[in-house]
């Protein structure tokens, strides 16, 4: 029987956000499960700053501009809890904004009480050593006061770790899933005498690209390189922090030809670069903020467009796959030669390796959530 559900979210939604592209594919996922469900998020106008609660793409309340708008995003849900009443959904999926307090915990004990089971999910977890700045670590303050009792409230909460319990509160472990419908097959490109690495991502402090770059270093500083290797970066610095990291090292040590920043890049344009591409290189700084076991969005894209790929940390998705190299969880410089030589043991073809997670689609990631509450 078909269950009326909603896909809750606290932030906007973009046509080329990769977390955008990902709720869009949950959201599809739990169609393709019998689900009728809409999808509910929190959206900024560019243009005039009006603040709007949207279901799908009809306005459920407009929130007004200004700092008392801002204010009501956090305190008022009940336009939220009339709207799922109203409809009689069963079944809300929440993705975690890091946001507990008293007004949120309310309205989710409020849909306790009219039996709708509610699930939060946490898209990593731990969390709190990705908080730095002053700001940043008020709103983490707040959010942990209160996160404790709000899991307390909920029918479980849905996370990518191995934790069996979050906030005392059980799990329902599933890993990141895959749209394969968005995501062209890479085509074979071979080149001879070079080796291209692709890293793709919101630049963060734990992807760990600056690794990249000293084990780059390190090898055109060697008399050993017969091959030319570049890492071309795909994505936006996140912050000053990562810029800092990164730029600096590939200036000082003259390595502009080898390491290309392209900034963002959608559609065919990273569809070509992908065709162009080699190896993918995953998250190889995820011990700076603590976590050791992930199933990160990136691998999977990665195998779903047939490339091989590198990473530090354990996703059980990937650790037995010929396709994958790993490399320390540490702050030392990734060995390119070692690479080198991955690389041209790979015999698999970009088919063999998307074939290898047909099993991680989103329709069965969200079944398992289902088949769990």
């Known amino acids: 029987m078909s269950i009326n559900a909603i896909y809750l979210s606290f932030s906007g939604d973009s046509e080329f956000s990769g977390i955008s592209k990902k709720k869009m594919a949950q959201v599809k996922g739990l169609k393709e499960c019998g689900c009728n469900v809409v999808n509910c998020y929190y959206s900024v106008n560019p243009r005039n700053g009006h603040r709007k609660w949207m279901v799908d793409d009809e306005v459920l309340i407009d929130l007004g501009t200004g700092a008392w708008a801002k204010v009501r995003k956090r305190i008022d849900y009940r336009p939220l809890l009339a709207y799922i009443l109203e409809n009689r959904v069963s079944f809300v999926y929440m993705r975690s904004d890091h946001n507990a307090n008293p007004f949120l915990i309310h309205f989710v004990k409020q849909l306790k009480k009219k039996k709708v089971a509610v699930v939060m999910e946490i898209p990593t977890y731990?969390?709190?050593?990705?908080?730095?700045?002053?700001?940043?670590?008020?709103?983490?303050?707040?959010?942990?006061?209160?996160?404790?009792?709000?899991?307390?409230?909920?029918?479980?909460?849905?996370?990518?770790?191995?934790?069996?319990?979050?906030?005392?509160?059980?799990?329902?472990?599933?890993?990141?899933?895959?749209?394969?419908?968005?995501?062209?097959?890479?085509?074979?490109?071979?080149?001879?005498?070079?080796?291209h690495l692709l890293g793709v991502a919101e630049i963060h402090y734990w992807h760990g690209f600056d690794r990249v770059v000293t084990g780059l270093r390190d090898y055109y500083r060697s008399n050993q390189h017969n091959c030319n290797v570049y890492f071309h970066i795909v994505g936006e610095f996140s912050g000053e922090r990562e810029r800092n990291e990164i730029l600096p090292l590939v200036k000082e040590n003259r390595l502009e030809r080898y390491v290309i920043l392209h900034g963002s890049l959608f559609g065919e344009n990273l569809d070509m670069l992908f065709d162009r591409a080699d190896m993918g290189i995953g998250s190889l700084g995820r011990h700076r903020s603590y976590i050791t076991y992930i199933k990160t969005l990136k691998n999977r894209e990665y195998a779903a467009r047939?490339?091989?790929?590198?990473?530090?940390?354990?996703?059980?998705?990937?650790?037995?796959?010929?396709?994958?190299?790993?490399?320390?969880?540490?702050?030392?410089?990734v060995n390119i030669k070692e690479i080198i030589d991955f690389y041209h043991r790979q015999k698999g073809t970009p088919e063999e390796i998307r074939d290898s997670v047909k099993h991680l689609s989103w329709k069965n990631q969200m079944q398992v959530v289902l088949d769990s509450i």
């Open 126 to 195: 731990p969390y709190d050593q990705e908080y730095i700045t002053f700001e940043s670590k008020c709103r983490l303050f707040i959010d942990r006061l209160f996160r404790g009792k709000l899991a307390k409230q909920l029918r479980a909460i849905v996370t990518f770790s191995n934790e069996s319990t979050i906030f005392g509160q059980r799990t329902i472990r599933i890993s990141n899933g895959i749209d394969f419908s968005s995501l062209k097959l890479k085509e074979k490109n071979p080149t001879k005498g070079e080796l």
């Open 306 to 333: 047939g490339i091989p790929f590198i990473y530090a940390e354990v996703d059980s998705d990937f650790e037995d796959m010929p396709y994958i190299m790993k490399v320390p969880a540490d702050e030392s410089p």
